[in-house]
């Protein structure tokens, strides 16, 4: 399986600020087909999980121009250019590439 | 607009099958994968499995020997039957399918328990 590792695993940021997400493969996420499946999630508490961004950089319908998505092959990275309360929770990345998919462990973003 | 609601019992002793349903509305099951994921308490998302319209499935292999994925195009739904549960098998479940839009049900909390 395809090991997702996300880094930090706790984030506590202040309103306004910046915060960034590190999400590392285990093999590269480039399909035969040229495209990357790394999706990100958002869980806020109580809720299902929320797509913020999928192939590596392309936000969902709805989802605010702070949040953006980079990266390529085996690294990626979810930015927040300031947080805001509403971003409070869990953020995941999901390898859709590989079968089986796999999450990573998760990074749980809080307001300091 | 897709909306995804699911449905199945929520307590069940070990060895028993849990049996979810996910119906769909406002959507068809064409050209998509429709997928199960599930999330134990306080912990992160596990992928279960998913199925396309033509039946063609894919499982975790963790949980390949027990699990299938079902679709019925009649109803506009899908299932997910896991056998023989124990304890680690207490998670709230979920469905969910990528149109190029991304939906999820609302969860289903599954305990596990004699």
């Known amino acids: 399986d395809v090991v997702m590792t996300q880094s930090p695993l706790s984030l506590p940021v202040t309103l306004g600020q910046p915060a960034s997400i590190s999400c590392r493969s285990s093999?590269?996420?480039?399909?035969?087909?040229?495209?990357?499946?790394l999706n990100w999630f958002q869980q806020r508490p109580g809720q299902s999980p929320r797509r913020l961004v999928s192939?590596?950089?392309n936000r969902d319908s709805g989802v605010p121009d702070r949040f953006s998505g980079s990266g390529s092959g085996t690294n990626f990275t979810l930015k927040i250019s300031r947080v805001e309360a509403e971003d409070v929770g869990i953020y995941y990345c999901?390898?859709?590439?590989?079968?089986?998919?796999?999450f990573g462990q998760g990074t749980k973003v809080e307001i300091k | 607009q897709v909306q995804l609601q699911q449905w199945g019992a929520g307590l069940l002793k070990p060895s028993e099958t849990l049996s979810l349903t996910c119906a769909v509305y406002g959507g068809s099951f064409s050209g998509y994968y429709w997928s199960w994921i599930r999330q134990p308490p306080g912990k992160g998302l596990e992928w279960i499995g998913e199925?396309?319209?033509?039946?063609?499935?894919s499982y975790n292999p963790s949980l390949k020997s027990r699990v299938t994925i079902s679709v019925d195009t009649s109803k506009n739904q899908f299932s997910l039957k896991l056998n023989s549960v124990t304890a680690a098998d207490t998670a709230v479940y979920y469905c969910?399918?990528?149109?190029?839009?991304?939906?999820w049900g609302q969860g289903t909390l599954v305990t596990v328990s004699s």
């Open positions: 999901m390898q859709g590439t590989h079968w089986p998919r796999t």
């Open positions: 969910r399918v990528d149109t190029g839009l991304d939906f």
């Open positions: 192939l590596v950089s």
């Open positions: 093999q590269s996420l480039v399909y035969i087909d040229g495209n990357t499946f």
């Open positions: 199925i396309n319209h033509s039946g063609s499935t």
